[in-house]
Nanobody, 123 residues
Framework: QVQLVESGGGLVQPGGSLRLSCAAS????????MGWYRQAPGKQRELVAE???????NYADSVKGRFTISRDFAKNTVYLQMNSLKPEDTAVYYC?????????????????WGQGTQVTVSS
């Protein structure tokens, strides 16, 4: 059993900042990539940012220069610092992890999702 628990969403004015956190817990043997996705009403879920086990990062063009993803490897936690927020950043933000877990007596690699946290940017 594994869990991804997100926190840090909320309502913020345009130009403001928020910091999202996501902690993975359970029978985790290793995490390859952790990332953040978002889904706005009526739109498909899209990648916001991701960070691999070597610290390499990848960002959506729409957030480059405004968002920063970071990771605490010891705590299996990923963060998303969001600055200069715009109304178009409004969405449900989901944490994602590509990881290997212990399932009964064997290991398996899979893709896991958090429950989502709402970010609303509005004046």
């Amino acid at each position: 059993q594994v869990q991804l628990v997100e926190s840090g969403g909320g309502l913020v004015q345009p130009g403001g900042s928020l910091r999202l956190s996501c902690a993975a817990s359970g029978s985790i043997l290793g995490i390859y990539v952790m990332g953040w996705y978002r889904q706005a009403p009526g739109k498909q879920r899209e990648l916001v940012a991701e960070i691999d086990s070597g610290g390499g990062t990848n960002y959506a063009d729409s957030v480059k220069g405004r968002f920063t993803i970071s990771r605490d490897f010891a705590k299996n936690t990923v963060y998303l610092q969001m600055n200069s927020l715009k109304p178009e950043d409004t969405a449900v933000y989901y944490c994602n992890a590509d990881m290997r877990i212990l399932l009964s007596t064997r290991s398996t690699r899979g893709n896991y999702w958090g429950q989502g946290t709402q970010v609303t940017v509005s004046s």
